[in-house]
């Protein structure tokens, strides 16, 4: 039985790949049909900072403005059967190629003219935010290459809960996320940034979608996620019992921002000492959380924000330590280059915005019960993904041509 349910959900992914392989518009409702449900509520998280699809029709919009070219790797799935509801982990990779020629150079031109135009948004920042943020994008655009055309691979993360019905399996909530490795978060909330404004329209989203859907596990859920809260990064918190308390004792999933997976407890505590040491707060929306549930399965989903206070001294500090893991690196000696300016633009381009850190969120999850209390059987942090710059992140690889 285990074996059949598995064949089933490979096919799964199996029509979602080929979806991405054809990139047929016509194909749309064909695709739709064959994963989603019109009569059943449907949640999409796209990587942007608000790309929240929350209806049959958004996520269908989705599909069609967003026809990368995606590919999972699906023989590295990772597949949870809950009897009749299942949870797919599975990496993939986008295609994703940048040139170097005078499209580029005037498209580029003209969005860093916007820091000069007395009438949009990013005029209003100061100058020094402003500099520290030109410099930061030209670090990426203006570096020497071989060619006129490189195209990279960039790491991607699908997850997918899915319920049987008598017709078959069903996609209910889904999440695209980028991992964020070697450099700072995309998103980052101020008072003088678009970025808070989007969270802003989040939470009201997040809000109007909670209130017209029920769950019979709201509260339990809520109460849980308030005591998480509370208690994960509370140093006065023994690790042992927050691990006990929130996650599954056999095969959790538990994935971090970037590449870092947990499959057992220990692997979960080493995970909660970094991010206590790293984080000075992190603030789950709660209230708002969209909760969902299948017989005694619960899935979730909600955002959040994580706060960190790092000083100039500090910050100049990291990036020093951050340089000379380049100089113990494998990489050639170009690319070593490439690294540290861009190092040292991320940190200008941060340090200018202030001392207070605070980062937009994304928080998902499965719940099950064990020993009668609800626990994480997956858990995925991930952040808002913004800018495709070249060699931004190290969870990108270049395509060689005769690939």
């Known amino acids: 039985m285990k074996n059949e349910i598995k064949n089933e959900l490979i096919k799964v992914l199996d029509i979602f790949q080929q979806a991405y392989i054809q990139r047929d518009v016509n194909k749309i409702d064909d695709f739709m049909s064959a994963l989603f449900d019109k009569n059943e509520d449907v949640i999409v998280v796209g990587t942007s900072n608000g790309e929240w699809c929350l209806s049959y029709e958004e996520v269908k919009d989705i599909f069609i403005s967003d026809w990368e070219y995606l590919r999972i790797k699906a023989d590295e799935a990772s597949i949870v059967s809950l009897a009749n509801t299942a949870l797919i982990y599975v990496p993939g990779t986008i295609k994703y190629t940048f040139y170097s020629n005078s499209n580029t150079y005037e498209r580029y031109l003209g969005y860093i003219k916007q820091y000069f135009d007395q009438g949009s948004s990013n005029s209003k920042k100061s100058d020094k935010v402003k500099l520290t943020k030109i410099n930061w994008i030209l670090c990426h655009l203006l570096s020497q290459r071989d060619s006129n055309e490189r195209i990279y691979l960039w790491d991607l993360r699908i997850s ?18 980028l991992p964020a490795v070697g450099h700072l978060p995309d998103v980052r909330i101020d008072n003088i940034d678009y970025d808070e404004e989007s969270f802003n329209m989040e939470v009201k989203k ?8 029920t769950s019979i596990y709201k509260d339990e859920i809520t109460k849980l996620l308030q005591g998480f809260n509370n208690e994960y990064l509370d140093t006065d918190k023994d690790i042992d019992s927050v691990v006990n308390k929130y996650f599954a004792i056999n095969n959790p999933l538990i994935i971090n921002i970037d590449k870092v997976i947990c499959s057992n407890q220990e692997e979960i505590k080493e995970l909660i000492e970094t991010h206590r040491e790293y984080y000075d707060e992190i603030r789950l929306d709660c209230e708002n959380c969209l909760i969902n549930s299948n017989e005694e399965i619960v899935w979730i989903v909600t955002h959040g924000i ?19 893991n380049i100089f113990a690196s494998n990489l050639d000696d170009r690319d070593k280059l490439f690294n540290i300016r861009r190092k040292i633009a991320d940190t200008l381009k941060e340090n200018a ?40 992140t190290e969870a990108a690889s270049i395509l060689e041509k005769n690939i």
């Open 160 to 177: 997918f809960v899915l319920i049987k019905k008598e017709t078959g399996w069903i996609i209910k909530q889904m999440q695209f996320s």
């Open 353 to 392: 915005k202030g001392e207070e850190y605070v980062w937009p969120f994304r928080f998902e999850g499965v719940l099950i019960k064990e020993k009668q209390q609800w626990v994480f059987k997956y858990l995925q942090f991930s952040l808002p993904f913004d800018y495709f710059l070249e060699g931004k």
């Open 206 to 213: 997040l809000k109007n979608y909670s209130a017209s859907t």
């Open 306 to 324: 994580m706060k960190k206070s790092i000083n100039e001294e500090n910050a100049f500090k990291n990036t020093i330590n951050a340089i000379n």
